[in-house]
């Protein structure tokens, strides 16, 4: 029984690796997609269309007796929540990932939780108390993580790795080489911005639609009909959908099954068995995996410049999470002890 306890207490870690490792792989398959001229908007919508397929069924019977009806409201909200959740922050993340590196752009996936904090603090949906140490540590956190921004976004750095890279005059290489990095940049920040928002926008849309898988896979089907209206009115080349290197089908089969559908069923589970906290810790090790794919397969260069700017968003990460956690555990040790002053009230009364 020990062992047993053991083991179940290890599955949430080992499925976190798993999805790790499947957004490592995600990631550098789609950079590598992009660098031989796949359409960002024709990989979201294929993407989207094939995790659909695949959620739908799970949904379906598994929410089959629990699922609440569609009403306007609920609709609207999974408009938006696509919008924000899929098409508008995959196009930017895929934007990015275009003109930087595959290590620089998942980099920038740290700021989600300190950005989603930040926002929740103006919109009045989190306090913050100064005062006591996790209220602190917030504030630390949030500023050593903009303080990696700021250093990956204006410092490139040295490199340290040397990797062969395609022939060029070194003027026209380092104006064109600074202009794509900013607008990558600017793109993988505006990312963040918009998981952010799909995040405290997720929030309401759980409580009014509980209905976990079947929210996710009308989401995934409506961006899909998103990014096919924008494609179609961007793209008038019909050849543009037809798919003929054998990498652009595994990318947009192995994003849409493993990457979106596998991938948020495993996100999920996790957060139900350890909650959020323990689910955003990981995020930092898919910039390892990431960083070793990216040298070894993709033949990045890894410059100073990203490295410093990792540590100190990684860094300020951990100690928001930590923040946040202390901030759970008082809370519900402060609400406990109210529960039991109530008790032995009633019992005195």
Request: net charge positive.
């Amino acid at each position: 029984m020990l062992g047993m306890a053991r083991i179940d207490e290890w599955k949430p870690v080992f499925a976190m690796l798993v999805f790790d490792l499947i957004s490592a792989v995600t990631t550098a398959l789609i950079k590598k997609a992009l660098r031989e001229g796949l359409d960002r908007l024709v990989l979201i919508t294929l993407r989207q269309l094939v995790a659909t397929v695949f959620l739908a069924p799970i949904a379906y019977f598994k929410e089959r007796s629990t699922r609440p009806k569609l009403t306007l409201e609920i609709l609207v909200y999974l408009f938006f929540s696509a919008a924000f959740g899929a098409a508008l922050s995959q196009y930017t993340f895929f934007y990015g990932l275009q003109y930087t590196t595959a290590t620089f752009a998942i980099t920038f996936t740290n700021m989600a939780p300190v950005l989603t904090f930040l926002i929740a603090v103006l919109l009045r949906v989190e306090s913050l108390n100064m005062k006591n140490k996790a209220g602190a540590a917030k504030i630390i956190g949030t500023l050593m993580s903009f303080a990696g921004v700021m250093l990956l976004t204006l410092y490139k750095g040295v490199a340290l790795t040397h990797q062969a890279e395609p022939s060029e005059s070194p003027d026209h290489a380092a104006e064109s080489g600074k202009k794509s990095w900013t607008l990558g940049t600017v793109a993988l920040l505006a990312n963040c911005l918009c998981f952010s928002f799909w995040l405290l926008l997720q929030s309401k849309l759980t409580k009014k639609y509980p209905a976990l898988y079947s929210s996710t896979a009308y989401m995934f089907l409506i961006s899909s009909l998103q990014g096919g209206g924008l494609t179609a009115a961007i793209q008038r080349r019909a050849s543009v959908w037809v798919l003929t290197r054998p990498l652009e089908i595994v990318t947009v089969l192995y994003t849409g099954i493993l990457g979106s559908g596998v991938g948020y069923v495993v996100m999920t589970w996790c957060v139900e068995k350890r909650g959020p906290v323990f689910t955003s810790a990981f995020i930092p090790i898919i910039q390892i995996m990431v960083a070793m794919i990216d040298f070894f397969v993709l033949h990045e260069n890894l410059y100073l410049g990203s490295v410093l700017g990792s540590i100190l968003m990684i860094l300020g990460l951990y100690i928001l999470l930590w923040g946040k956690k202390r901030d759970a555990s008082e809370a519900s040790s402060s609400a406990a002890k109210e529960e039991e002053e109530d008790k032995e009230k009633q019992v005195k009364s």
